[in-house]
């Protein structure tokens, strides 16, 4: 463990990826013992306090194998009918190792337009969020079923990282057949140096992205250095670690070679950051004195203390909180649309279902997607 590092039981929320080479064999199929092990890891840090949420890949390898299909490249409908097919195997793997700890597992099926656009994302990560509330571990793989641009090389170690970044995890670890970041690809280079602490993504850095040489996964190092840019610059930190042995995540933590990138902030700085400065707000609510002393003291802010509503703005676009006299007082990311906002502005959150038809979110901006002027 280096000064810089911590202890993972120290990290609050924690996105573990896991490769296909690592869940698959080619002949066995699915690694039963080594997810146990997994499994017993996510128990422990479950424990000590901390959120867990799995981008597990594999769905397509586990597929193939119970289909029978060959180890060539796969025809894009074939992918299609592995994912099919892998997904529900997988799911029922990952249900039966974390319910021996008493642990629930909530299934999740993105694709990359799920977490950019806006009205796709607050839904996932409230669907993400519910579940952690409950103490259950969200296991996200991409909808290979119906993506088609996805399914190609590596897209589940960006999808990670943009996890990572949607929830406001600390950590982000990707676990494959690659133990971390070396200077050149060590099986092409024997003078390929190991770097088990890098301090920020340079140039130099992602020049040094290798391939992984696994037939089974998609994942290289250059998507993993991606992914690393995603993460560190949303204050998440990244660790690239070698899942072949079981119990890898406690290995890390005894002194396991992995390769830690630092982060830029924290998560909550640099996602206040983005709403308050990298987004143009396409709407304006006027508030009244109560709900502003709501909002400084750390509260979201209700219907009840709105009283008008201005602007075109879709639920997820950014508005503008200001007081009577026209000032500024925040920024946030809507939970309504500008008609919605509109009919149930002033009134009380126990109203809502009422008035739209629907049960709709408590808050018209919540607190984790506003930034206080």
């Not at 119970?66 to 409908?77: C, D």
């Not at 190792?97 to 993105?110: E, M, R």
């Not at 998507?223 to 072949?244: E, P, R, V």
Request: hydrophobic share 45%; charged share 25%; aromatic share 4%.
């Amino acid at each position: 463990m280096t000064a810089s590092r911590k202890p993972l039981s120290a990290h609050k929320r924690i996105v573990i990826k896991i490769g296909s080479a690592l869940l698959v064999d080619r002949k066995s199929g699915l690694k039963s013992a080594w997810l146990d092990s997994l499994c017993t890891d996510i128990a422990a840090l479950k424990q000590a306090g901390a959120d867990v949420l799995v981008v597990s890949s594999g769905a397509i390898a586990l597929g193939r194998t119970v289909l029978g299909l060959p180890p060539a490249a796969l025809r894009l409908e074939e992918s299609q009918a592995a994912a099919a097919v892998g997904q529900i195997a997988l799911a029922r793997a990952w249900s039966t190792g974390l319910s021996t700890h008493g642990i629930v597992a909530g299934q999740i099926l993105l694709t990359l337009g799920d977490t950019e656009e806006r009205r796709r994302y607050l839904n996932a990560r409230a669907t993400m969020g519910e579940l952690m509330r409950r103490k259950a571990v969200p296991i996200i793989n991409e909808n290979d079923t119906v993506a088609t641009s996805e399914i190609r090389y590596g897209d589940n170690d960006r999808l990670a990282a943009r996890v990572a970044t949607m929830v406001g995890a600390d950590l982000l670890i990707l676990m494959s057949d690659i133990d971390g970041l070396y200077t050149a690809p060590p099986a092409n280079d024997p003078d390929a140096r190991f770097l088990p602490e890098i301090e920020a993504i340079t140039p130099e850095i992602e020049a040094m992205a290798g391939d992984a040489g696994s037939e089974l996964s998609r994942g290289g190092m250059k998507t993993k250095i991606d992914a690393g840019k995603i993460a560190t610059s949303a204050g998440c930190a990244m660790i690239i670690a070698s899942g072949k042995a079981d119990h890898p995540i406690a290995a890390i933590d005894t002194g396991a070679r992995s390769s830690w990138f630092k982060p830029s902030g924290t998560p909550q700085t640099a996602r206040k950051t983005w709403i308050a400065g990298q987004l143009d707000p396409s709407g304006r609510l006027v508030i009244d004195a109560g709900a502003e002393a709501a909002l400084r003291s750390g509260k979201s802010l209700l219907p009840a203390g709105v009283v008008s509503v201005a602007g075109d703005f879709q639920r997820g676009d950014p508005v503008a909180v200001c007081d009577a006299n026209g000032r500024e007082i925040a920024r946030g990311l809507s939970g309504y649309d500008a008609d919605e906002a509109r009919r149930i502005a002033g009134r009380k959150s126990g109203e809502i279902e009422a008035i739209l038809g629907y049960s709709g979110r408590t808050a018209m901006l919540h607190r984790d997607d506003m930034v206080i002027s």
